[in-house]
């Protein structure tokens, strides 16, 4: 279930490994606790549960980053639109603050392609 928190999320196929999560929040950047953003498994310590990788803030309409990746924006202030990496693999729900959400592979739009940066994992 959703928060009324979230104003804004979808989920995109990056590339063959990787799913680029967009949301829209009604908080603060410094409200945000990417810790509690997991995908949870089965089987496994909570401590090794997938997270965020390669934070990004975004403008309200997102088009383009309005800091450089992993900082916070100097404005404190809502909404706050973010993007972030999620590694591909099953299950396929991500569990927030804010709700769980679905992660499915739509196309990802064009305005993200060529904003969004991007580091391989070793």
Known sequence: MRSKKVSFYDCYNYNEDWFLVEMALNVRPSEIRWEKFTVPERG????????????????????????????????????????????????????TPYGKFPLADKELPERLRSLVEFEEVD
């Open 44 to 95: 496994k310590k909570k401590s090794d549960w997938q997270a965020p990788y390669m934070e990004q803030y975004l403008n309200p309409d997102g088009t383009e980053k309005v800091c450089e990746t992993y900082e916070e924006p100097e404005a404190d202030e809502p909404p706050c639109r973010v993007i972030f990496f999620i590694f591909k693999h099953a299950p396929r729900i991500l569990r």
